[in-house]
């Protein structure tokens, strides 16, 4: 027989809310008639660790975004604003809160096999009824077995779609950048992404990975972030021909062009942000020329190598005493698969010939076009041909 007045409980952590919370109230609100599910996050379980240190007032908003739109459902704050521990004083405390309305404490077969375990398992099974979803893989006779310990009446076997989806699950995919799209609601999916919940710490991904995430999260063109990659293709090339470190190169292609699309407005306040000294040859054609260091000054401040941050500063001027990486990410940026350029392809060949000779006649290429234009050319250029010359005389 239905409680008309009765009122569902759904504990749990809620990080993140899914889908299967979602059914496992409908369905307890559908075969015991509830009035309503009042959802209600722990503070931090006894039972359970809470993963990634999701603080207790983000999974309370997510759980109001999943349950929102849905008249029979609603939030409790009662653990988390009292820090309640015990399920047997959640559910006091919301007896009292609902003036001795009938309770039905809604759980997985997971939590009734485990039901003795509990803190105080007589007194939830005093103020509650227990409705119990059965999980993927939980054998049928035991959580009968289980629900008869319990006395006549306080546990109901609800048949609900066992759905094998859990917050774990959900967690793990988030962190293996695999889609959640139809586990949880689309705000919750909105949610993870824009807080970036449960991707790997900075600490545990790579150094091209977090290149990746900073790209991406830059939102560049994709005409641009193409050039990137495939200036990070070419440049993790050279280097293995010749000696510097691949990695290095990928992530300084990955991040040359960080910032190519800020305006001059933006690439001078971010020169002023971070204290470069702007020469007026610069200051000219910021956009064109100071993208370079502007970017280096934030992969800098990133964390990445002093290295990489050298190399991408590089980039537009070149300059005397250039690395071997250095040198690598300059000729990568004119030689990537997706320049077509005319005498591209044989400036690709020199470069597999000798690094050197392909960044010089790169230089040279670019002053000859600056002189065409009737442009001064920066003295880094100037300084970088002589140093070449001087070298080979
Ligand atoms: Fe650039
Ligand atoms: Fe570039």
């Keep these: 027989m239905p409680d008309r007045q009765a009122i569902g409980v759904l504990g749990g952590s809620f990080n993140p809310p899914h889908v299967a919370h979602l059914a496992i109230a409908s369905d307890a609100c559908a075969q015991l008639g509830l009035e309503r599910v009042l959802f209600v996050p722990a503070a931090a379980p006894p039972h359970k660790d809470i993963a990634d240190d999701v603080p207790a007032a983000v999974r309370l908003e997510m759980t109001r975004l999943a349950v929102k739109g849905d008249e029979r459902f609603a939030v409790s704050e009662a653990e988390i604003e009292l820090g309640l521990r015990f399920t047997s004083d959640t559910l006091a405390e919301l007896a009292r809160r609902h003036h001795g309305r009938p309770l039905v404490f809604i759980g997985g077969s997971d939590t009734l096999l485990q039901f003795g375990a509990w803190h105080e398992p007589e007194t939830i099974v005093e103020l509650a009824r227990l409705a119990v979803a059965p999980r993927p893989g939980d054998d049928p006779r035991a959580i009968e077995r ?11 076997v609800l048949s ?9 699950m959900i967690r793990c995919r988030v962190s293996a950048g695999r889609p959640i799209r139809y586990l949880v609601p689309p705000a919750i999916e909105r ?4 807080h970036g919940l449960y991707r790997p710490t900075s600490a545990l991904m790579s150094e091209r990975q ?4 900073m790209i991406m999260e830059r939102g560049l063109s994709d005409r641009l972030e193409a050039h990137c990659r495939g200036t990070a293709l070419q440049a993790e090339l050279l280097a293995r021909r010749w000696g510097a470190s691949p990695d290095d190169a990928a992530v ?13 407005e933006e690439v001078l306040a ?37 290295a990489i941050a050298e190399a991408i500063g590089r980039h537009t001027l070149a300059g005397p005493g250039m690395s071997v990486l250095d040198t690598c990410l300059f000729v990568a940026d004119a030689t990537e698969p997706g320049r077509t350029w005319d005498g591209v392809d044989e400036m690709r060949r020199l470069a597999t010939e000798s690094l050197d000779d392909a960044a010089l006649a790169l230089v040279e290429r670019d002053l000859e076009r600056l002189r065409v234009r009737g442009r001064r050319p920066h003295p880094l250029m100037l300084a970088y041909l002589e140093e070449r010359r001087g070298r080979q005389e």
């Design 270 to 306: 971010q020169a002023r942000k971070h204290g470069l000294e702007v020469d007026p040859i610069e200051e000219e054609y910021a956009v064109q020329l100071l993208h370079a260091r502007v970017a280096a000054a934030q992969v800098a401040e990133a964390g990445f190598a002093p």
């Design 210 to 213: 977090r290149a990746e995430r």
């Design 146 to 156: 289980a629900a008869a310990r319990w006395g006549e009446g306080r546990v109901v």
């Design 252 to 264: 300084a292609g990955l991040l040359h062009d960080l910032c190519r699309e800020l305006t001059r």
């Design 160 to 168: 609900s779609a066992a759905l094998g989806i859990s917050s774990s």
């Design 191 to 194: 949610f993870i992404a824009e």
